[in-house]
């Protein structure tokens, strides 16, 4: 039976759901993130009368839009706001959190505490998110035959598929892989799948029975695939995918990775964080406070801008 486990890093809560140690989907929140199924108490800042939407702030500064706000609720009113697509940070905008409005009696959460919270902890030295990253950061995924590419763009997330088969073998192969990739890298909203293109409606009904079927516990809606070998999946969006968070912020989500390496480190003495200097100036002071309490070390650094920006490495160093 799968159940989720959490692991609580110095920047982040990540959640992975396990079935022994195969692992079958993967969330990833950073502190601070109002992420979807949290619970908080906002103050509602704007509202057009007569109308059910508007903005709310939360006492950490961040900015709600919300729905079914309940007719006698006036601006400066305090309102409880559940949480169901977090903020989506894109190339050249930001796309506000959205919530909408519950009964007041709901127990609130802090921005940062998640909804992992009361989960079992997965030993963190079990490492199962090395891959998940390094794919995530690379865009790519190579399977027996071919290779899957990303491309995280603000409309729709692309899936292209290279290999050396066949075209109908290179689709069949490819739908268990696009199952549970698009699990792993916690991907929702609309996603184009760029399959080989099929000539034969057998081949191209063969791959559409594939997908339902790696797909059939994951809530979603597909078209068909068309004659030029195209897939369309709607899934519900609850936030940034793993593939987004490092195309919108890679440079943080280096130093996020870094971070956790340290806190890992069982070898005695100071802990030294050797990064791409874009990697250290994405360094929040109270990470470093995070990691100093966790650890009772002393974090030195040492940057190189001739390290790859997904190179940097933690390690011990004699005090």
């Known amino acids: 039976m799968a159940d989720w486990f959490a692991e609580h890093t110095v920047t982040e809560t990540r959640g992975l759901l396990l079935d022994r140690d195969e692992v079958l989907a993967a969330r990833f929140i950073p502190h601070g993130e109002l992420a979807s199924g949290m619970r908080v108490t906002a103050r509602l800042t704007h509202k057009k009368t007569g109308a059910s939407r508007g903005v709310a702030v939360d006492t950490q500064g961040n900015e709600i839009l919300i729905d079914r706000i309940p007719s006698g609720v006036t601006e400066g009113q305090e309102i409880s706001i559940e949480i169901f697509r977090a903020a989506m940070h894109e190339f050249a905008r930001t796309k506000l959190a959205q919530g909408r409005v519950v009964q007041a009696n709901y127990p609130s959460e802090e921005p940062g505490q998640s909804i992992f919270t009361a989960l079992p902890i997965r030993d963190p030295r079990d490492d199962l998110w090395s891959e998940i990253l390094h794919s995530a950061a690379s865009n790519t995924v190579d399977f027996a035959g071919g290779t899957l590419h990303f491309s995280p763009t603000p409309a729709m997330t692309l899936i292209d598929i290279d290999g050396a088969m066949s075209p109908r073998e290179l ?9 549970r990739w698009v699990r792993l890298f916690d991907i929702g909203g609309s996603i184009g799948i760029d399959f080989p293109t099929l000539a034969a409606k057998a081949d191209r009904r063969a791959v559409d029975d594939a997908l339902a079927e790696a797909l059939v516990d994951w809530p979603h809606e597909r078209t068909s695939m068309n004659g030029f070998g195209f897939v369309q999946i709607v899934a519900r969006l609850e936030g940034p995918s793993l593939l987004h968070r490092f195309a919108n912020a890679r440079a943080e989500m280096a ?9 890992r480190i069982s070898e005695p003495g100071a802990i030294q964080l050797s990064l791409h200097p874009a990697a250290r100036a994405n360094i929040r002071p109270s990470w470093l406070d995070a990691l100093a309490a966790r650890t009772g070390r002393e974090i030195r650094f040492e940057t ?11 390690q011990a160093v004699p005090r």
């Open 255 to 263: 130093a996020r990775i870094v971070l956790h390496q340290a806190s």
């Open 171 to 179: 689709a069949l192969a490819a739908v268990p892989q696009i199952a």
């Open 304 to 314: 190189d801008p001739a390290l790859a920006l997904e190179s940097g490495f933690a």
